[in-house]
């Protein structure tokens, strides 16, 4: 198996994806034996599987046939060590012909959470995530608790067949009917990127998405991120064709021209969405003042300029019971002296 590994290894160093690509039924082939070394502790062939697997940056690159296997490691009684090499090598799989898979997309997401957290798990995991989501007869297999991967926002590689095909707008919209904005902000941040353009439908549902998901005055926060991630995106986009052909080598000049004018129109319709709330945070402290204006009678009880109000003299004051004392010499009646008439 050494020489196997070797070999491959070889085919990667060389970079003869002619050769790896005509062989993709028997490098799957070799994905049972790498697991099992991988199991007892011998590392050396599943990274070089993943390795080939990986250097044709072909969408779903290992051979269908394999998904027996798959199911069989992703079962509950399997060792961790196992279900990890799944997850590993999920990307690869060819996810658009395992049609009624459910129940598979389902114990993936159980293992995922089963094994221990690494960087290289979760990007695994997030890429696989999203290459289900842009399935429409997938997508409602993937639980709430796959979704909350995006979350962990993991630095996907620059080639990620996930990201790319996620701005699709069925995603998108699957996206927003979580109602979750962190898982929103979560999932722009990782499609948003310098290595992918936009689909245009999606690109107009994300543009919905600012205007009408992001646009309170309490998500100033979430605006403020993806406003961040795009100067990035923006930056590293004006770095150029020498720049990005590193991992793609077909794109030119008209690709990064275009990904530019779609994530300067996101970026646009941030900075008016979140001038409009700063405007509105604005206005409201004013608008309160008026009314609390309006609320106290200001015209009644006015008080003459030239009227000048100083404190009465202490006057005593006793209670009697008959007439009461004579003041300067007068002497009032009582009221029984009064006459009716």
């Known amino acids: 198996m050494n020489l196997i590994s070797e070999k491959l290894e070889t085919l990667v160093e060389v970079a003869d994806l002619g050769q790896i690509c005509s062989k993709y039924k028997a490098i799957t082939a070799l994905f ?21 697997v990986a250097a044709p940056k072909r969408h779903g690159f290992m051979w269908k046939r394999i998904r027996p296997f798959v ?3 992703l079962n509950k009684e399997s060792h961790a060590s196992l279900k990890q090499a799944v997850i590993l090598a999920s990307p690869h799989l060819r ?20 094994i221990p957290y690494t960087e290289e798990v979760c990007v695994s995991v997030v890429d696989t995530l999203l290459q289900i989501a842009s399935n429409d007869f997938l997508r409602s297999s993937v639980s709430s608790d ?18 790319r095909l996620a701005s699709r707008q069925n995603v998108v919209r699957a996206v927003r009917r979580l ?19 936009l689909y245009s439908e999606g690109l107009e549902e994300m543009d919905f998405s600012i205007q009408e998901d992001l646009s309170e005055i309490e998500m100033w926060r979430h605006r403020e991120d993806l406003l961040g991630h795009l100067d990035h995106v923006l930056e590293q986009s004006d770095l150029g064709l020498e720049h990005l052909g590193q991992h793609e080598p077909g ?28 405007e509105t ?3 409201e402290p004013l608008r309160l003042t008026t009314i609390f204006r309006l609320l106290i009678p200001t015209d009644r009880h006015k008080v003459p300029l030239d009227v000048f109000m100083c404190n009465s003299s202490p006057v005593s004051i006793a209670a009697c019971s008959g007439h009461p004392p004579p003041i300067n010499g007068l002497v009032y009646p009582s009221i029984g002296d009064l006459p009716y008439s």
């Open 32 to 52: 049972p034996y790498a697991v099992w070394q991988e199991r007892y502790g011998q590392h050396k062939m599943l990274n070089a599987f993943l390795r080939a």
């Open 281 to 283: 945070l604005i206005r």
């Open 251 to 278: 794109i030119d000049e008209g690709d990064i021209r275009q990904r530019k004018d779609q994530y300067g129109t996101l970026r646009e319709v941030l900075l008016e969405v979140d001038m409009e709330a700063t």
């Open 71 to 73: 199911t069989m490691l």
């Open 146 to 163: 796959m979704w909350s991967w995006l979350n962990k926002r993991p630095n996907l590689p620059p080639v990620c067949w996930g990201r």
């Open 179 to 197: 109602k979750d904005v962190e898982t929103l902000k979560s999932f722009l941040l990782l499609v948003w990127s310098e290595w992918d353009g």
């Open 95 to 114: 996810w658009r012909d395992f049609q009624n898979s459910g129940e598979l997309i389902q114990s993936l997401g159980v293992a995922a959470s089963a």
